[in-house]
């Protein structure tokens, strides 16, 4: 069994604060600043350019991707981090293209997450040849997979509403349609079990802010199955892709397996934070994770509604058919939440009216569901949001 008290003492969370907000950006890990300082003197400072070599750093990629993989049910040494997971979502669509040649229509639905439509999008038009994009809304993408369909490509967990997609059934679908699938696992990876090489899923890529908890900015990763991985042709052919980078050649070659998807230089001291971070899921099961995930979003969907019935609640009632987080619906909903946060809980806003709450069993306990209600049900009973400051938007909601 996980030890979650021993978990939420790894993180560092200010005094005052209940925390709902790790699905946008996970805490800081108590070992992160010491292990940063150190890697900054030791390695940077100490090593130089030789760091490379002997702190390992060029074979981080890799060695991350390997424990992100282990959380993710993908095959060791399919998994490589680096860019963005918006460089991500090019790079797989593109591979999956590249691999149905013949096929012109890229199917996902409105409950993905815009970059993921915007980057699908730019690389269609880039690539020029008659490509559509076609967005279906979320229940009726199982009946869209057609035989006209390339690429599936599906957020797992919807951003907005948490709504779970069943990623097995929709691969097993698409597979029998001849089409391909790329799975964005953003709010997946750490929040909940995900088994890609059981579900035979093709491509996925994730972020590692969230519920991984490596830091603003910290790098994204990609998943290509090992069936695939000798096959696909890398859109962004960088140098450390290649076959052999230090050859310096002129052409490009690419490199074995997973390592063909990196691209550029990666960001090393993000990486540190992050392999520091990772060292908390040596300590959590993940099943118990999402045991203990659904138990608190369930506490905390029956103590809202208890209290505050002008909240409509946005997100499946029934756990097994949502990630980790739970949405209300409320037309005051910016400033409803800015009122919350001014008292200690903080939780995020997505337009037009969705207040969204995450919960993550790592350091979030049923004490913290409880408060975070009781403050709640006072903002929302006694209309504390409907003040002139809380409703002035910020640019980053
Ligand atoms: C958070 C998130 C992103 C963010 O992409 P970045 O390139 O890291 O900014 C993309 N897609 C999904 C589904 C997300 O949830």
Redesign the pocket.
Known sequence: MTDFAATKAMFDLPDGVIYLDGN?LGPLPRSVPERIGAMLRDEWGEMLITGWNKAGWMAQPMALGDRIGRLIGAEPGHVVMG???????YQALAAALDLRPDRRVVLSDSG?????LYMAEGLLKTLDKGHELRIVAPEEVEAAITDEVAVLML?E?D?RTGRLHDMAALTRKAHAAGALTVW????SAGALPVDLAGAGADFA???T??YLNGGPGSP?FIYVAPRHAGKVRPALSGWLGHDAPFAFDLDYRPGSGIERMRVGTPPVIQMTALDCALDIWERADIADVRAKSVALCDRFIAGVEAACPMLTLASPRDGARRGSQVSFRFADGYAAMQALIARGVIGDFRAPDIMRFGFTPLYIDEADVDAAVAILSDVMTNALWDRPEYKARAAVT
């Open positions: 946008s860019d963005t997971l918006s460089l991500k979502v993905n997450f815009p970059t993921d957020t967990v951003y964005d696992l953003a709010h890529i994730g972020c802010y969230k994204a």
